[in-house]
């Protein structure tokens, strides 16, 4: 109730010290600026295909991690190195067994796997060109389509099944699956492979050729329908809900998923 006061400041208070250079608090503030990727519109090179067998349902060409492309024309396997861009004839099989029907590289970039007609699938050393043992009884028609998880080699067959080859053993036939009443020509490894299948996705209204695990989520799956369907269509694998659809308009033949972005790459057949 006086007139006394209680603070009193004589002097300018004194200038702070930032504790981080204003230079560096202005780059710590400004956000990063990602590159814009670059994608060619145009091809990088053009190899030619004679006598490649126009079938939707056949997979003929795959790309190795050694950056080795191989392709069956007809009767024959052919080698193309993208680092020197040489061209090497792996096999050439017989008419009574061919044409070859699928291809497909093992992860190590070296063993390839070869899918024909007569139901055979022969498995191929390519460094030295040495055909290293043929696995019969797996199937009763045509192997068109193929892939590997480590060393078991799965493939679909026009009879309707899927089979599990051990390469590694003798009896080479380690599980059968018979889900399918129609040819089997997409087939994409799972880690985890019941005997029983365990969701029916019924919401494509033609074939399904085209088939991609995500690889930074492994419970989410994507499709991709023929010509008359022409979707894409994303799935959650645990409940086997369908979580998108996206209607391209031209028959969906493959799906790649970006290893480094979020991004799923389709390609397609006529409209």
């Known amino acids: 109730m006086n007139t006394t006061r209680i603070l009193a400041f004589r002097n300018k208070p004194p200038t702070p010290i930032d504790a981080v250079p204003s230079e560096w608090s202005l780059v710590q503030q400004a956000k990063p600026v990602k590159a814009r990727r670059y994608i060619p519109q145009a091809s990088e090179r053009t190899l030619d295909a004679p006598d490649i067998q126009d079938d939707y349902y056949l997979n003929l060409l795959d790309w190795?991690?050694?950056?080795?492309?191989?392709?069956?024309?007809?009767?024959t396997v052919y080698l193309w190195d993208a680092v020197d861009g040489n061209t090497s004839e792996l096999v050439t099989v017989d008419d009574d067994v061919g044409p070859v029907t699928s291809v497909k590289w093992a992860p190590d970039g070296r063993h390839i796997s070869v899918g024909l007609n007569n139901?055979?699938?022969?498995?191929?050393?390519?460094?030295?060109n040495k055909l290293l043992r043929t696995f019969r009884g797996c199937h009763q028609s045509r192997v068109g389509s193929m892939d590997w998880n480590n060393h078991i080699l799965?493939?679909?067959?026009?009879?309707?099944?899927?089979?599990?080859?051990?390469?590694r053993i003798r009896a080479h036939i380690v599980e059968t699956y018979s889900g399918h009443h129609q040819e089997?020509?997409?087939s994409v490894a799972s880690v985890n492979s019941p005997s029983q299948w365990l969701h029916q996705l019924?919401?494509?209204?033609?074939?399904?050729?085209a088939l991609a695990w995500c690889?930074?989520?492994?419970?989410?799956?994507?499709?991709?329908?023929?010509?008359?369907d022409k979707c894409i269509k994303c799935?959650?694998?645990?409940?086997?809900?369908?979580?998108?659809?996206?209607?391209t308009g031209s028959q969906v033949c493959a799906l790649l998923w970006n290893q480094n972005e979020r991004e799923l790459l389709s390609s397609h057949g006529f409209t």
């Not at 190795?64 to 009767?75: D, E, F, Q, R, Y």
């Not at 139901?119 to 030295?128: A, G, K, R």
């Not at 799935?235 to 209607?247: E, F, I, M, R």
């Open 119 to 128: 139901s055979e699938v022969q498995l191929w050393d390519s460094t030295s």
């Open 154 to 167: 799965i493939t679909g067959g026009m009879d309707g099944r899927i089979v599990n080859n051990d390469v």
């Open 202 to 209: 019924e919401d494509h209204t033609t074939a399904v050729k």
């Open 64 to 75: 190795g991690s050694s950056n080795v492309l191989a392709i069956a024309l007809g009767n």
């Open 235 to 247: 799935w959650n694998t645990h409940p086997g809900a369908c979580l998108n659809s996206v209607d």
């Open 184 to 186: 089997v020509y997409g």
């Open 215 to 228: 690889p930074f989520q492994g419970n989410l799956l994507a499709s991709g329908g023929g010509s008359v």
